[in-house]
């Protein structure tokens, strides 16, 4: 598997990823050509030090899966580093081979490279298989998170 930051030739790839569940068809836009507000997404955090859009591909330099990093700094912790990993998936036909194992651990590997103290994840509780996987790689639920869509 190879890491990559993402270029922006890849974005339709990603949002296709991110459109492929019944979650993602609810709230992505994929279509050709692509709107404009993911390609202004992506120059935003790709813009951003502390953001990494990552993309996964295989040996053939196929795009097999994708994630995102986000480092936040904070006072607390003794002015330590967070990261967040957002938006990972994997494409259908590569899911249940290991993959995601493989990218959660150069994930964390990223985090502890770039000095964070922890790495966080939020699910949506309507993925209780994701959840189930996250638990089997040592995250906990420690916090009860909350959102306001506006």
Do not use: C
Request: hydrophobic share 40%; no cysteine.
């Amino acid at each position: 598997m190879i890491f990559r930051k993402a270029t922006e030739k890849d974005i339709p790839e990603l949002v296709k990823m991110l459109a492929d569940d019944a979650l993602g068809q609810t709230r992505e836009d994929f279509q050709d050509p692509l709107p404009i507000i993911y390609i202004d997404a992506f120059k935003e955090i790709d813009a951003d030090k502390n953001q990494e859009l990552i993309v996964v591909e295989n040996d053939d330099h196929e795009i097999i899966g994708t994630l995102q990093l986000s480092f936040i700094q904070y006072l607390t912790y003794q002015g330590g580093i967070r990261a967040q990993i957002e938006a990972v998936r994997i494409r259908k036909d590569q899911r249940g081979l290991g993959m995601g194992k493989k990218m959660f651990k150069w994930a964390i590997q990223r985090a502890r490279d770039r000095k964070a103290h922890l790495i966080q994840l939020t699910s949506d509780k309507k993925r209780p298989s994701a959840i189930k996987f996250y638990e089997e790689l040592g995250f906990t639920s420690t916090h009860e998170g909350m959102k306001l869509h506006f």
